[in-house]
């Protein structure tokens, strides 16, 4: 009897040994085709943008990367992206500036400081923004948005101010009370001493919303297509992102470290600041770069509600004048091209994209040793 069982026992080894292998193979395979994918979309890319090169010089490169005149059907033909590039810059700059501190605060809040089951109504309405379609955004930012904000671009950038700044310094407020008032023994002093503090703190913030609100409603907008617009809306768009990520990253900080936190003696503000969110950072880091790669890819809000102007602003951080970006110059102009390969006008666009996933890559790069450092900084392993 032993021989056959013997038998038997080396078959299913070597039957789950054979499992093993083809299936690390097969994962294998899969991660390499993703690579492969990766660089298949390198190499079409920079294969179509080459011949801008052969056509141009290097003349015609320096004109490409320097100069502001984009007259790639005129005669003759002027191919200056700077001011394409400066627009996409200028714009994801400003969604950035939306997204992120409001987005950061808003998963503070959720996570750190509102109850259970009001977090559970809130965040799946936040994420509901990411269902919304990208055209529809463009048409709301077209339709509705730039003729209000042509209209009364005063008054609603002074209600969007005290949208915006009224919760992140509500909770800087909140956080300021809890820190000046730390140190206090007493529980009663305390309490004394959070409220004279908390008043004087409210004061000030409301003196500077007043202030900012009354700069904001005395401006003057021009046109309502412009660099501004776009820019809100594609804070909005990246909102859900920087949102739903960076709450995951603060949930997923251990409960032990808080508890340790208030055993030491911590308050809930310095647990939130000095434990909480440095452990999350990698994560929230994350977030970030996510938000910021879905403005930089976004195409149809761009296209439709940015004025399509090829001019660097003046002054250049003039937000309210129309500009454009590489994803709309793209997406408007490659129909209209002459599709043969190596002509100028349509190799000079696929040189845009290429740079456009240079850029993306780029910044993933330096993402992921931005999130590393901080893994090992904490003492982890990668």
């Given at each position: ?149 042509q209209n009364n671009g005063g008054t609603i950038l002074s209600t969007a101010w005290w949208l915006i700044a009224t919760p992140i310094l509500a909770l800087a407020v909140f956080i300021a ?206």
């Amino acid at each position: 009897m032993r021989g056959p069982s013997l038998v038997i026992s080396r078959r299913a080894g070597f039957a789950r040994w054979m499992a093993a292998w083809l299936g690390q193979g097969l994962l294998l395979a899969v991660t390499c085709s993703s690579i492969l994918i990766v660089l298949f979309i390198f190499y079409f890319i920079a294969r179509d943008s080459i011949p801008f090169f052969r056509a141009q010089g290097w003349s015609g490169a320096k004109e490409f990367f320097t100069s502001t005149r984009w007259y790639p059907t005129g005669s003759p033909a002027s191919f200056g992206a700077l001011a394409i590039f400066y627009g996409s810059a200028m714009v994801t700059l400003g969604a950035t500036v939306v997204a992120v501190p409001l987005g950061v605060a808003a998963a503070v809040c959720l996570s750190e400081v509102l109850p259970f089951w009001l977090r559970q109504w809130t965040k799946p309405v936040i994420e509901l923004l990411a269902a919304i379609p990208s055209v529809a955004f463009g048409f709301f930012a077209l339709v509705v948005f730039a003729t209000q904000l042509q209209n009364n671009g005063g008054t609603i950038l002074s209600t969007a101010w005290w949208l915006i700044a009224t919760p992140i310094l509500a909770l800087a407020v909140f956080i300021a009370t809890e820190v000046t008032t730390a140190g206090i023994q007493t529980a009663s002093a305390r309490r004394i001493a959070r409220g004279i503090v908390g008043m004087l703190l409210v004061c000030l913030a409301g003196a500077f919303l007043w202030w900012v609100s009354a700069i904001l409603r005395a401006l003057h907008i021009d046109s309502g297509c412009n660099s501004l617009n776009v820019s809100i809306i594609l804070g909005i768009m990246a909102l859900p992102t920087v949102v739903s990520v960076s709450e995951d990253a603060l949930q997923a900080v251990g409960r032990e470290l808080r508890e340790g936190s208030y055993a030491l003696g911590a308050t809930r503000s310095e647990t939130m600041l000095r434990v909480v969110i440095p452990a999350a950072r990698s994560g929230i880091c994350a977030a970030v770069i996510l938000g910021i790669m879905r403005a930089v890819g976004e195409t149809m809000v761009v296209w439709m509600a940015s004025g399509n102007a090829s001019r660097i602003p003046s002054p250049p951080y003039n937000f309210l004048q129309p500009i454009r970006t590489l994803t709309a110059t793209i997406a408007g102009e490659m129909g209209e091209t002459d599709q043969m390969t190596g002509a100028a006008h349509y190799s000079s666009l696929f040189l845009m994209g290429f740079c456009l996933l240079v850029f993306s890559f780029v910044f993933n790069l330096i993402s992921e040793a931005i999130v590393r450092r901080s893994v090992t900084g904490r003492g982890g392993r990668r």
